[in-house]
C-alpha cells in the first residue's frame, strides 16, 4: 500500500519567516495530495490540495508544489503569523482509493 | 448546515471493558471514514464505508473492532474488550463521493478513549 513519509517533525519559524513541509509518497499512482491543518485538540481541516495534472498550486499565503518524478511534495507557508501556528498532515491517495496521512508536522509561529 | 457529529468526545474505562463511539456525518455524504489518530501520529484508516457497504477494512482488528453503517447514514464504532493500547483519538469523517472526485474530507471532533 502506499506509504507517506513526512519531514520535519516539528518546525519553528519567527513570524514573518517562510515555512516549508516536505511529503514524500512511495505509489507512483497516486494522483491526489491534500494537506490538513489541526489546530491543538480540534479537527483536521482541508487548507490545499493538489492534482496530479499540476505541479503547483497557490491560495493566498499558502501554496503546494508537486514533483511526480521524484515523488515528493510540499507546503509552502509564507509570512506566517502566530496562528499558522498548529500540526499540518500532508496526505496521499490515488483513484477512489483511502486517503494515507504523514504523522504530522508540528509548525510553531513565534511572535 | 452542521457538520460531523461524534459523540462522546471523552470516554474513560478500564481494561477489558465495552465502549462504542457513534458518527453522524454531513447530510448527503455517502462515503464515512473512521479513523484512529494516536498522540503525535497522523490519522490511520480503521474503516471506509461507501454508503452501507464497508469497502476498505483491512486495518481494523476485527478480534476486537466492529463498526456498522445501518441505512447509509450514521454509524457505531465498537470495541470489546478494550485493551490499554486502544487509548486514542477516534475520527470520523464523511465526503460527498470518496477522495477522488470531491477532495475534501470533513472530519468530527473525534473520540478520545482512555484505557487504564
Known amino acids: 500500500g502506499e506509504n507517506v513519509e513526512q519531514h520535519p517533525s516539528t518546525l519553528s519559524v519567527q513570524e514573518g519567516d517562510s515555512a516549508v513541509i516536505k511529503c514524500t509518497y512511495s505509489d507512483s499512482a497516486s494522483n491526489y495530495f491534500p494537506w490538513y491543518k489541526q489546530e491543538l485538540g480540534k479537527r483536521p481541516q482541508l487548507i490545499i490540495d493538489?492534482?496530479?495534472?499540476?505541479g503547483e498550486k497557490k491560495d493566498q499565503r499558502i501554496a503546494v508544489t508537486l514533483n511526480k518524478t521524484a515523488k515528493h511534495f510540499s507546503l509552502h507557508i509564507t509570512e506566517t503569523q502566530p496562528e499558522d501556528s498548529a500540526v499540518y498532515f500532508c496526505a496521499a491517495s490515488k483513484g477512489y482509493s483511502t486517503l494515507t496521512f504523514g504523522k504530522g508536522t508540528m509548525l510553531l509561529v513565534s511572535p | 448546515e452542521a457538520g460531523v457529529v461524534q459523540s462522546p468526545r471523552y470516554k474513560i474505562i478500564e481494561k477489558k471493558q465495552p465502549v462504542a463511539f457513534w458518527c453522524n456525518p454531513i447530510?448527503?455524504?455517502?462515503?464515512l471514514y473512521w479513523y484512529l489518530q494516536n498522540l503525535g501520529q497522523g490519522p490511520e484508516l480503521l474503516i471506509r464505508y461507501e454508503n452501507e457497504e464497508a469497502v476498505d477494512d483491512s486495518q481494523l482488528p476485527k478480534d476486537r473492532f466492529s463498526a456498522e453503517r445501518l441505512k447509509g447514514v450514521d454509524s457505531t464504532l465498537k470495541i470489546q474488550p478494550a485493551e490499554l493500547g486502544d487509548s486514542a483519538v477516534y475520527l470520523c469523517?464523511?465526503?460527498?463521493?470518496?477522495?477522488?472526485?470531491?477532495?475534501?474530507?470533513?472530519f468530527g471532533e473525534g473520540s478520545r478513549l482512555t484505557v487504564l
Open positions: 469523517a464523511s465526503s460527498q463521493y470518496g477522495t477522488s472526485v470531491t477532495g475534501e474530507l470533513f
Open positions: 447530510s448527503g455524504h455517502n462515503t
Open positions: 493538489i492534482r496530479s495534472n499540476v
